[in-house]
């Protein structure tokens, strides 16, 4: 009888979690930098959160607790790669490589096409620019969450996101000056 209980449990979390995946995904393209690894991440802390869900309080912010792990599972995978001596070989990708055009956006105008190339280039590249901190502040701004959810996914002082997001914010408005007017 309690085994059914954590498990359903375990199912109506998974199922309000799964609302995240787009954010989740995300936040872990730009701290991993590329696609496969988002995903694998997002895997990561889906399986990770599934385990821990005797941990989560019902009716606190799943979201929060969702991009915290995100944010842990990174930093600890970080950690481990840091330390592997054969990262890299002969089945690495180029890193410099050519990238497949976005599928969403329409053929029909090949100058805009590529106009939209180049500005989310542009983005991108301010994006990974700024450290992983600052960036991470951006990109939970972007999802949507308050000062105070940043500060405790982060395990920081309310003002220490203020400060990492005021500071990125400005970095991002100098890197990419050319496209306000």
């Known amino acids: 009888m309690v085994l059914a209980g954590v498990s359903e ?9 799964l609302a995240y995946a787009d954010g989740l995904y995300n936040l872990a393209r730009y701290l991993t930098g590329n696609d496969a690894d988002a995903e694998d991440l997002v895997q990561e802390t ?5 385990r821990a869900a005797g941990q989560f309080s019902t009716g606190t912010n799943l979201k929060a607790w969702l991009f915290r792990i995100l944010r842990n599972a990174f930093i600890s995978g970080y950690r ?27 053929r029909d105008d090949m100058e805009l096409d590529q106009m939209r190339n180049v500005v989310a280039e542009d983005i991108g590249k301010a994006l990974m620019s700024l450290p992983e901190e600052a960036r991470t502040v951006v990109l939970m701004d972007l999802e949507g969450f308050t000062e105070a959810e940043v500060a405790q996914v982060l395990d920081c002082a309310v003002g220490t996101v203020k400060s990492r997001l005021a500071r990125a914010r400005a970095t991002l408005r100098q890197l990419l000056k050319d496209y306000a007017r």
């Open 9 to 17: 449990s375990r199912g109506a979390l998974g199922r309000e979690a």
């Open 46 to 50: 889906y399986a990770l959160a599934l």
């Open 80 to 106: 481990r790669q840091r330390r592997n001596p054969t990262v890299g070989g002969l089945d690495t990708t180029d890193p410099h490589g050519q990238e497949a055009a976005p599928g969403g956006w329409p």
